[in-house]
């Protein structure tokens, strides 16, 4: 990130900071604003309410009269700047106190607004004579006439004018607030994107892809996008070791294979014997397709490494899988007679959601792993259970068995112990069940039984089996 590039985007944040706490603030301002000066407004209208009974019973007893010498009594007490009362009828303006102070305020007759509804009319007005102060007026009827009464709002006036001015001074204090606290985080939020570039430039340029941007562990949004920037590059470092292993051993263990291929083609062109060439040729091709074979293995456990490895799951009752299985290996059993124990889960069936084939492949693996060291005159038993949340396959045998120090490497690709040299194999059928298995969520265990031999355990999750 150019410097001109993180000016500006700080620039950028800081206004957006800026304007979304100035909006805030503007918001609960004009809230609390509207809320006083409708209390206010309700404070001074029940005032005047209170007023319209006592002004209702005085002209019962005196008539209009009696509403004149009422007029006269409450302008001397409150002052006739402070308090204004009319009466009208239908000739017009009867009786007013003195209006000296408010200037020519408009009159509503009898016929006006409220008085058929029998309900007083409020409204506010800016007084004539004293044009910065308004006044909040009241119209209702008493008897054939109409009475209005209206008094000045200096202090509410003066009240909303003090709570602007603190909304002035609270917006400037606000401004620089948010602008200065804009900017901070501005720059806290950059600091952590620079960071993230810093280690892909760095990745970029010297291709160590073992970089990794520091965690503040604040948990925030920035913080987050560390966490899967370096969780995508552990995902991409796991996958270029994967692919780095696969070519290693590939390139390795190949090597024999292509060149038994090679010197075959080179000995069927010497070769001007039609059949003999046909042979090489049948030869070449079924070693290719061997070679294919544990090519593709060799493909799937990497990509089951780094989870990319497609599965075509679909329900399939456990039950199927083992019969499928046990019935493979029952007639082989008879040709290296070796006894076949398979037993079949007595409690009820599971059913899982698994891609059947690569299942039925690892546990053939085991299975033919097992045969494979069990001598003539040995047993190899194989059956299932439910434990918890797993359905188990077992498969023991009464081979060699496995040295306990052996039993973690077992599972590496091409990895062959010193008493399995002498077999037939390329040393991937554990490595491919361990992926299958692992790809679904499983795992496989392995442990010694006694007197000799070896038990495999593939535990498959039954909890995703519905």
């Given at each position: 990130m150019n410097l001109r590039f993180t000016k500006t985007l700080a620039f950028r944040l800081t206004l957006l900071y800026s304007v979304i706490f100035s909006t805030a603030f503007l918001l609960v301002f004009a809230v609390i604003y509207i809320v006083v000066e409708r209390a206010l407004f309700e404070n001074t209208d029940t005032d005047l309410l209170d007023d319209i009974l006592e002004i209702q019973e005085t002209y019962k007893k005196g008539g209009l009269q009696g509403l004149k010498v009422y007029i006269q009594e409450e302008t001397r007490d409150d002052g006739p700047e402070n308090l204004l009362l009319r009466i009208t009828g239908p000739e017009g303006l009867l009786y007013s106190s003195d209006t000296s102070t408010w200037g020519d305020i408009p009159i509503i007759g009898p016929n006006g607004p409220g008085h058929d509804e029998g309900q007083p009319v409020f409204t506010t007005f800016t007084i004539p004579k004293r044009p910065a102060l308004k006044a909040r007026s009241m119209w209702f009827p008493v008897g054939r006439y109409m009475v209005q009464e209206a008094v000045?709002?200096?202090?509410?006036?003066?009240?909303?004018?003090?709570?602007?001015?603190?909304?002035?001074?609270?917006?400037?204090?606000?401004?620089?607030?948010?602008?200065?606290?804009?900017?901070?985080?501005?720059?806290?939020?950059?600091?952590?994107?620079?960071?993230?570039?810093?280690?892909?430039?760095?990745?970029?340029?010297?291709?160590?892809?073992?970089?990794?941007?520091?965690?503040?562990?604040?948990?925030?949004?920035?913080?987050?996008?560390?966490?899967?920037?370096?969780?995508?590059?552990?995902r991409l470092e796991s996958f270029v070791q994967e692919l780095s292993d696969m070519l290693d051993n590939t390139a390795h263990d190949f090597k024999t294979p292509l060149a038994r291929i090679r010197a075959m083609a080179e000995t069927s062109l010497q070769n001007k014997d039609v059949e003999s060439v046909h042979g090489a040729l049948v030869q070449i091709m079924n070693e290719s397709d061997r070679f294919l074979s544990v090519l593709n293995a060799i493909m799937d456990i990497s990509e089951a490494k780094t989870g990319l490895l497609t599965l075509k799951r679909e329900p399939v009752p456990a039950d199927e899988l083992f019969e499928e299985v046990a019935s493979l290996f029952r007639g082989i059993s008879k040709a290296k007679e070796i006894r076949f124990n398979a037993w079949p889960y007595q409690d009820g069936e599971g059913m899982l959601y698994v891609d059947k084939r690569r299942i039925l492949q690892s546990l053939l693996n085991i299975l033919d792993n097992a045969f494979k060291f069990t001598p003539s005159g040995g047993t190899v038993a194989f059956w299932y259970e439910r434990q918890g949340g797993w359905v188990v396959f077992n498969v023991s045998d009464t081979g060699p068995g496995i040295p306990e120090a052996e039993r973690s490497r077992i599972f590496e690709r091409f990895y062959r112990h010193d008493r399995s040299r002498s077999s037939p194999g390329r040393g991937i059928g554990l490595s491919l069940a361990k992926a299958y298995v692992e790809a679904h969520g499983g795992k496989i265990t392995v442990k010694g039984s006694s007197p000799s031999g070896s038990t495999f355990s593939i535990w498959l999750p039954f909890s995703c089996c519905h």
């Open positions: 000045p709002m200096g202090w509410d006036q003066s009240l909303l004018g003090e709570l602007r001015h603190a909304f002035f001074v609270g917006a400037l204090f606000t401004v620089f607030i948010a602008i200065s606290s804009g900017w901070i985080m501005a720059k806290r939020t950059l600091s952590k994107v620079k960071e993230i570039d810093r280690v892909a430039r760095r990745i970029a340029e010297g291709n160590d892809i073992s970089q990794r941007v520091p965690l503040r562990g604040t948990g925030d949004e920035i913080d987050s996008l560390a966490a899967t920037f370096n969780a995508m590059l552990e």
